[in-house]
């Protein structure tokens, strides 16, 4: 917001989160492990705008694809495997299809196709392909997506940044 309204820059990407409010806790003095969260400070932008709970709007809204936010695989909740359904069923795919393997449906139920995908993906990792979900398994979807993520190939954000500036410097 600061280089939105004192510099005139364009702001690409998502509304941001809206916290406004410079926190300090004070836990020493409680002595029970008790915590207290007092107030200190508003964030505010140059003119004066409050973004509590509204955040910042950008100038060209740009979303990143859903692996880009997708939540860690729950690995006390592991082997994932056919025929089951959870939201961590629903994270590996969400990860699969950001990785461009087919599990056909992200919505947390374990079926054939993602069995498929898991496979394919745990060739590809020379992980025994057993198409379940282990610890092994997991972890190497969350590290290869961590690098998918970090690429900036991948990055609809940065790309229409970079659009944008050719634009303006041509």
């Known amino acids: 917001g600061a280089l939105q309204q004192s510099a005139g820059a364009t702001l690409i990407g998502e509304n941001s ?9 004070y836990d020493k003095q409680m002595g029970d492990g008790s915590l207290l969260k007092i107030t200190i400070a ?11 709970e509204k955040g910042i709007k950008p100038d060209i809204a740009v979303n990143q694809p859903d692996y880009f936010s997708v939540a860690p695989i729950n690995k006390e909740k592991l082997p994932l495997k056919y025929d089951s359904n959870s939201t ?5 795919q969400t990860m699969l299809r950001g990785l461009d393997f087919k599990p ?21 990792k020379g992980i025994q392909a057993t198409g379940e979900i282990d610890e092994k398994t997991a972890e190497s979807l ?5 690098e998918r993520i970090a690429n900036p190939q991948y990055d609809a954000q940065l790309k229409r940044a970079i659009e944008n500036v050719s634009k303006d410097i041509s």
Request: aromatic share 12%; no cysteine; hydrophobic share 35%.
């Open 88 to 92: 961590d069923v629903k994270s590996a």
């Open 17 to 25: 989160f809206g916290k406004g409010t410079v926190q300090t806790s």
């Open 104 to 124: 056909d449906r992200v919505d947390g139920y374990y079926d054939q196709k993602t069995q498929e995908a898991v496979k394919a993906f745990q060739k590809q």
């Open 142 to 146: 969350e590290a290869a997506l961590i």
């Open 42 to 52: 508003k964030w505010l932008t140059p003119n004066g705008d409050w973004i509590h």
